[in-house]
């Protein structure tokens, strides 16, 4: 599907964090670790726990709804990629979608942490059907599903969440270029929960898997872009917004891709890996510090669990 020629802008974004921090030196009171071997490995200083998933996505979309001058009537779907939902059956976006008063469409999407980047391009294929606006979260309490007490995974997660309102763009100023979405169901055991259990991870070979994901998802995305005809190249990309999990999974992507740390919106250091919420919640952190502008190009990569990977770039014509 194309997307050449048709306007998609975000409208509006907001984050939400729980209060309760959990820090590295926390997690040494009762883990054979330390602050020093997490930053150094991982990049994460500490993580946000306590909430639930349909508190921090309702407030995230409130925000992102406040931020785009939007009600309730205005929104025609809801999608909240999460990890972590609430059940088994129902979803989680029905609940989220009452508190926020609305009545259309609501559902949660599992491709892990790549959901918010999927939710993003299911949302272009909608606006592409007409649709005017769609709220795309994504929100997680990771801690429900963590074992803090497991050094494997229990430095790694977090909770947050972090929502955009995707409309059309009748001017066409604001587009979608291009975008890519991937999967390969042979890795499902290098990261997964049982029901009723808590996330198992073989980190090294998901390490592995995720630096390959992301150069070859970000290579689809350019590719879309310059076949669909707009000169762009990654040179050009005013920011790119990566799925953080580990900031050496960044760093060794970005080193074979010949990107730059600096053109980079990172917030794992204070968040830890919020799995669906983390790109949307980059995204905010950089509008809040004066990233972005209009006209810009941003790349956000996601890859996660599944494997799941995707990437999605954007001219961007914010409010
Ligand atoms: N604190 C202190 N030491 C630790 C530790 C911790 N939390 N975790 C592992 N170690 C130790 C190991 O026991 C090992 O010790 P040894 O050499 O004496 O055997 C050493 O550190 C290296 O372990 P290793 O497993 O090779 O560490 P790593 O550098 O691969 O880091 C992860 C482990 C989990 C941080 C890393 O593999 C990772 O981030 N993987 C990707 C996870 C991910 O992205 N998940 C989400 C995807 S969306």
Not at 57 to 72: F, I, K, N, S
Not at 128 to 150: C, F, P, S
Request: hydrophobic share 40%; net charge negative.
């Amino acid at each position: 599907m194309s997307t050449n020629g048709l306007g998609f802008r975000l409208s509006g974004v907001g984050s939400a964090l729980p209060e309760k921090v959990l820090t590295n030196v926390d997690l040494q009171a009762w883990m054979d670790t330390t602050d020093e071997w997490i930053r150094e490995r991982t990049g994460i200083g500490q993580r946000h726990i306590g909430s639930s998933t349909t508190e921090l996505a309702t407030l995230a979309c409130q925000r992102a709804m406040d931020a785009a001058g939007v009600g309730p009537a205005d929104i025609d779907l809801l999608l909240l990629a999460t990890t972590s939902p609430e059940h088994i059956c129902p979803g989680t976006a029905p609940a989220v979608a009452r508190e926020l008063g609305l009545d259309c469409g609501a559902l949660d999407i599992q491709a892990a942490c790549s959901g918010w980047v999927y939710g993003l391009t299911i949302a272009n294929g909608f606006l592409l059907q007409g649709m005017k606006r769609i709220l795309v979260v994504g929100a997680e309490a990771l801690d429900k599903i963590t074992d803090y007490h497991d050094r494997g995974t229990g430095i790694l997660f977090g909770n947050g969440g972090g929502a955009a309102v995707v409309e059309a763009d009748p001017d066409g100023e604001g587009q979608m270029l291009g975008w890519d979405l991937g999967s390969d169901g042979n890795y499902v055991h290098i990261l997964y929960a049982e029901h009723g259990d808590v996330l198992k991870m073989d980190g090294k070979e998901v390490f592995r898997q995720a630096v390959k994901a992301i150069q070859r998802t970000v290579n689809n995305t350019m590719k879309m872009a310059t076949d669909a005809g707009h000169d762009v190249s990654l040179d050009d990309v005013a920011l790119i917004i990566p799925h953080q999990a580990n900031i050496r999974i960044v760093e060794s992507a970005w080193k074979k891709l010949g990107l730059s740390m600096d053109k980079t919106a990172m917030i794992l250091e204070n968040t830890g890996n919020t799995s669906g919420a983390t790109i949307p919640m980059a995204l905010h952190d950089s509008l809040i510090k004066d990233r972005i502008q209009n006209g810009d190009l941003v790349l956000f990569v996601g890859f996660g669990a599944g494997m799941t990977w995707g990437s999605a770039l954007v001219r961007w014509n914010g409010s």
